[in-house]
């Protein structure tokens, strides 16, 4: 139940926004890898107040452009791989703006494919059902926080989900306007926030987050690929995040279905035989 468990919150949590690297947190130029540098470089230098002015602006819009809904519908092929395993599953995700998550874990159980683990998140409170050993925990919310030691609300939850940026913040400590990406670094309570977008559209390309907090250093890379603009809503069908603790672990979210504003089909219910946890 427990590695049931680890995997859904995985998922939840950007797969690891809140795990730890051995290193201190790096200098705006070596904070992100050397092939990212080759793309963005960031200058040195602080930017003037009407330029850092005109980004905020920029940060603002990003915001309003988010993406906006009433429930949301989508099935993930999900890979991940670590120092000492490697997982892949298929995750039914079912969202009600503003009120609720419900999260399937599909995969090979004993070498057959079936559903393992339901969960279920409303803004205060967390239901994960194990279906293979017929169990179920009640949480407070707070429980994602405990397991992954960074102050998750429904909102994170919901933005990380959908593919809305995260952490944003208006303290913009440097940009660059480059060809065809503009990069932008803020510096929040949490996170040193590294964030490039598509210069032409304004698109999220990439986000990496360290910890503000030396003793801690987290840190976390997403990419954000293969937008897709069918239903007037610019939507990332992959997003490929790579985080460390001790060691390396790497994930990719592919998004093979999804669907916008239409009723959910899927109705959360815990057998009245399972053991509580």
Same mark, same amino acid.
């Given at each position: 139940?427990?590695?049931?468990?680890?995997?859904?919150?995985?998922?939840?949590?950007?797969?690891?926004?809140?795990?730890?690297?051995?290193?201190?947190?790096? #200098?705006?130029?070596?904070?992100?890898?050397?092939?990212? #540098?080759?793309? @963005?470089?960031?200058? &040195?230098?602080?930017?003037?107040?009407?330029?850092?002015?005109?980004?905020?602006?920029?940060?603002?819009?990003?915001?309003? &452009?988010?993406?906006?809904?009433?429930?949301?519908?989508? =099935?993930?092929?999900?890979? $991940?791989?670590?120092?000492?395993?490697? &997982?892949?599953?298929?995750?039914?995700?079912?969202?009600?703006?503003?009120?609720?998550?419900?999260?399937?874990?599909? +995969?090979?159980?004993? +070498?057959?494919?079936?559903?393992?683990?339901?969960?279920?998140?409303?803004?205060?409170?967390?239901?994960?059902?194990?279906?293979?050993?017929?169990?179920?925990?009640?949480?407070?919310?707070? $429980?994602? @926080?405990?397991?992954?030691?960074?102050?998750?609300?429904?909102?994170?939850?919901?933005?990380?989900?959908?593919?809305?940026?995260?952490?944003?913040?208006?303290?913009?400590?440097? $940009?660059?306007?480059?060809?065809?990406?503009?990069?932008?670094?803020?510096? +929040?309570?949490?996170?040193?926030?590294?964030?490039?977008?598509?210069?032409?559209?304004?698109?999220?390309?990439?986000?990496?987050?360290?910890?503000?907090?030396?003793?801690?250093?987290?840190?976390?890379?997403? @990419?954000? +690929?293969?937008?897709?603009? @069918?239903?007037?809503?610019?939507?990332? #069908?992959?997003?490929?995040?790579?985080?460390?603790?001790?060691?390396?672990?790497?994930?990719?979210?592919?998004? &093979?279905?999804?669907?916008?504003?239409?009723?959910?089909?899927?109705?959360?219910?815990?057998? =009245?035989?399972?053991?509580?946890?």
């Amino acid at each position: 139940m427990k590695k049931n468990i680890l995997l859904l919150t995985i998922f939840i949590a950007v797969f690891g926004t809140a795990c730890r690297t051995t290193k201190k947190v790096q #200098t705006i130029q070596t904070a992100i890898s050397k092939k990212d #540098t080759v793309q @963005t470089v960031i200058v &040195k230098e602080t930017p003037k107040v009407d330029s850092v002015a005109i980004v905020r602006n920029l940060l603002k819009d990003l915001q309003a &452009k988010s993406i906006d809904f009433k429930t949301f519908y989508s =099935k993930i092929k999900v890979d $991940y791989e670590s120092a000492n395993d490697s &997982k892949n599953f298929t995750a039914y995700l079912y969202m009600k703006k503003d009120s609720s998550i419900i999260l399937r874990l599909v +995969g090979s159980f004993l +070498g057959i494919t079936k559903e393992g683990v339901a969960a279920k998140i409303t803004k205060d409170s967390v239901i994960v059902v194990d279906k293979i050993n017929k169990t179920v925990q009640y949480r407070k919310l707070t $429980y994602l @926080t405990e397991v992954t030691k960074i102050p998750f609300d429904f909102t994170t939850i919901q933005n990380i989900l959908i593919g809305n940026p995260i952490f944003l913040d208006s303290n913009v400590v440097s $940009y660059r306007n480059a060809e065809d990406q503009i990069n932008i670094l803020m510096v +929040g309570n949490l996170f040193k926030h590294l964030l490039s977008l598509d210069k032409s559209d304004y698109k999220v390309l990439h986000s990496k987050l360290d910890d503000i907090d030396d003793s801690k250093s987290r840190t976390c890379d997403i @990419t954000y +690929g293969k937008y897709e603009n @069918t239903t007037g809503i610019n939507f990332s #069908t992959l997003r490929k995040i790579s985080v460390a603790e001790k060691s390396k672990l790497d994930v990719s979210l592919d998004y &093979k279905q999804y669907i916008f504003n239409e009723p959910l089909t899927y109705t959360f219910s815990v057998p =009245k035989n399972y053991k509580k946890q």
